[in-house]
């Protein structure tokens, strides 16, 4: 036999509420950003729910249409400018910018400052 309207959102609570998360819709969201290292991704008016435990949130982002846009200048890590700083012994500035010239590539980085 078929529930009607709401069932399913209700047996989906309970069982939210069994793994100890509390669900709320975030209501009037007027963009989500997601950055990577080369790019964002711009989601305007989305559906956002979040799923609340004692120890983090789970965000789902529901979106009708999104924009891709590359960056660019690519955004690298402290862990590898570090890296690359210690390698090559340079400053962090100098690294970066070697990091920007071989598009992220750690390993031509490094060959890049260490054979001028």
Known sequence: MMRGGGG????MRRMLDRMGLDMKELT???EVIIKTDKKEIII???AVTEMKSKDNSIFQVIANSY????LE??????DD???????ANVTPEVA?????ETGGDLSRAILLLTTK
């Open 8 to 11: 399913g959102n209700r047996e």
């Open 28 to 30: 009037n969201v007027q």
């Open 44 to 46: 305007a008016k989305p």
């Open 67 to 70: 924009e891709e846009k590359e």
């Open 73 to 78: 200048t690519p955004i690298f890590s402290e």
């Open 81 to 87: 400018i570090m890296l690359v700083c210690s390698q």
């Open 96 to 100: 970066a910018n070697a990091l920007k």
